[in-house]
T-cell receptor, first 110, second 111 residues
């Protein structure tokens, strides 16, 4: 069966520290993958999407970057976190019907 | 680009009441989707609609694909406390293409 894993579930990081969030998909090949950010109780902001290994499209200029080193692995990174990077980060893949989302990472930058 | 206007932004209702929310688009979609996000979780697909005019139910939930292809509605009947969460609509042009999401409707159900 097809599953999506996202970790960690929660993260508290100081301002200026690096970030690495990982997302992996199982049970499918060559999926379209997405990173979203959600402010508290608000809508979904698309950050990055990828249609294949090494192919990354950025939707908004920001302090974050994404990489896809393997077919089913999608990584969200930052070299130096800002307070404004706090939020709920969601990974998703383009499944047979719409998207399937991971369980999310709650990032708090302090 | 395409935009989805979802309303209302938030709703506060009593347990047992019915709920309605809708999404409208400036352009057509060929698929409409409705998701629910429980607090602290990722959104989960509730209902998918593939044909203009289609009416689909999933338990107490009923969704309709507008005849113009530019809107969709979600109704929840006899709400219960576990209906609390954020509901998102999404439109899709073709299978596998990117989704366009609404801003979400935050639903609070008072017991």
């Amino acid at each position: 069966s097809q599953t999506i894993h996202q970790w960690p579930a929660t993260l508290v990081q100081p301002v200026g520290s690096p970030l690495s969030l990982e997302c992996t998909v199982e049970g499918t090949s060559n999926p379209n993958l997405y990173w979203y950010r959600q402010a508290a109780g608000r809508g979904l902001q698309l950050l990055f999407y990828s249609v294949g290994i090494g192919q990354i499209s950025s939707e908004v200029p920001q302090n974050l970057s994404a990489s896809r080193p393997q077919d089913r692995q999608f990584i969200l990174s930052s070299k130096k976190l800002l307070l404004s990077d706090s939020g709920f980060y969601l990974c998703a893949w383009s499944s047979l019907v719409g998207y399937t989302f991971g369980s999310g990472t709650r990032l708090t930058v302090v | 680009g395409q935009q989805l206007n979802q309303s209302p932004q938030s709703m506060f209702i009593q347990e047992g009441e019915d709920v309605s929310m809708n999404c409208t688009s400036s352009s057509i979609f060929n698929t409409w989707l409705w998701y629910k996000q429980d607090p602290g979780e990722g959104p989960v697909l509730l209902i998918a609609l593939y044909k203009a005019g289609e009416l689909t139910s999933n338990g107490r939930l009923t969704a309709q694909f507008g005849i113009t292809r530019k809107d969709s509605f979600l109704n929840i009947s006899a709400s219960i406390p576990s209906d609390v969460g954020i509901y998102f609509c999404a439109g899709q042009l073709t299978s596998g293409s990117r989704l366009t999401f609404g801003e979400g409707t935050q639903l609070t159900v008072n017991p």
